[in-house]
Nanobody, 120 residues
Framework: QVQLVESGGGLVQAGGSLRLSCVAS????????MGWYRQAPGKQRELVAT???????NYADSVKGRFSISRDYAENTVYLQMNSLKPEDTAVYYC??????????????WGQGTQVTVSS
């Protein structure tokens, strides 16, 4: 199991930057699949950026070139650096970690979310 706590959200003007943090309750060294999703009002939760392995990442097309995911193993933390923010980036951002259940499947753990609001 793992608990995830996000922080760093807030209100920012279009063109601005924010850095989100996700602190895990355990070591993330062996958690390869970990990343960020977001959900805007009235929309489904969508992938923003994730680590799909120790070295590979996956980004939504809408954030490529503007957002960057990174992690600090010593701090058990995954970051999302968001630059050139747009009003359409407004959403609740959730941290996600997938751990194997031991039965050949993965289980997804979620944080409580952090609100990001971008004003025009």
């Amino acid at each position: 199991q793992v608990q995830l706590v996000e922080s760093g959200g807030g209100l920012v003007q279009a063109g601005g930057s924010l850095r989100l943090s996700c602190v895990a309750s355990r070591s993330i060294v062996k958690i390869n699949a970990m990343g960020w999703y977001r959900q805007a009002p009235g929309k489904q939760r969508e992938l923003v950026a994730t680590f799909t392995s120790r070295v590979n990442t996956n980004y939504a097309d809408s954030v490529k070139g503007r957002f960057s995911i990174s992690r600090d193993y010593a701090e058990n933390t995954v970051y999302l650096q968001m630059n050139s923010l747009k009003p359409e980036d407004t959403a609740v951002y959730y941290c996600n970690a997938r751990l194997p259940t031991g039965y050949g499947t993965d289980y997804s753990y979620w944080g409580q979310g952090t609100q990001v609001t971008v004003s025009s």
